[in-house]
């Protein structure tokens, strides 16, 4: 991992824009989807989002492995977990949180394409400008590359972050200060307390 790793909190009022952002591009697209696919994990809740703004309710998941740690990938994607049910003749819009890469996606599109649907389209919150790979839809597109952290990510990544500290943070403020010098966030004192209350409990990520 980078000593300097540059990092973005993400809100959930940021989330939430994105996400109607996303859903009126489907809609001016044309494109009407039977089934929601969410990539698991980050693209759970922009996925139960997005089906309601849309009108959907069949909603299902994959799990494609790809992140250890932020910024510290497998040597490839591949899908641990895929989709048990039938699809063929369908049209499934797949979303998940950030296109990073492209590799998460390619991954997700070949296991799908497979299974005979009759189109599979891609949604993202984010789109960073530097992943070779586009989806179909992107609630917005980062220029400049950084770590993003969602809601639904907070606890595993700052945790992490936090677990990585060599000496540990001995209170609250001097995680505060450390987590700004090293990662440019600034972390509220009473999510670090809480963060800091978890200990050096292992987390995994496969």
């Known amino acids: 991992m980078p000593e300097k790793l540059r990092c973005e909190l993400v809100s959930n009022e940021t989330v939430y824009d994105l996400v109607w952002t996303v859903a009126g591009k489907v809609q001016t697209s044309g494109f009407a989807p039977d089934l929601v696919v969410a990539i698991s994990r980050g693209g759970f809740t922009p996925a139960r989002v997005l089906c309601d703004v849309l009108g959907i309710f069949n909603l299902t998941s994959i799990r494609v492995v790809h992140y250890r740690a932020p910024a510290d990938m497998e040597p490839m994607a591949t899908v641990k977990y895929p ?54 839809y992107a609630g917005g597109v980062i220029d400049e590359w950084r770590w993003l952290i969602y809601p639904w990510a907070v606890v595993e990544d700052l945790g992490g972050f936090l677990r990585q500290m060599d000496p540990p943070p001995s209170d609250t403020q001097e995680a505060k200060r450390r987590l700004r010098a090293d990662y440019g966030l600034d972390v509220p004192e009473s999510l670090l307390e809480r963060l800091l209350a978890l200990g050096s409990r292992p987390h995994s990520h496969t």
Not at 99 to 124: I, S, W
């Open 83 to 136: 989709l048990c049910i039938p699809v063929a003749g369908q049209r499934l819009l797949v979303v998940d949180d950030v296109n990073d890469t492209g590799d998460t996606l390619q991954a997700a599109r070949a296991h799908l394409d497979a299974l005979g649907p009759a189109e599979v389209r891609m949604a993202v919150l984010h789109e960073k400008a530097s992943s070779p790979v586009r989806a179909e």
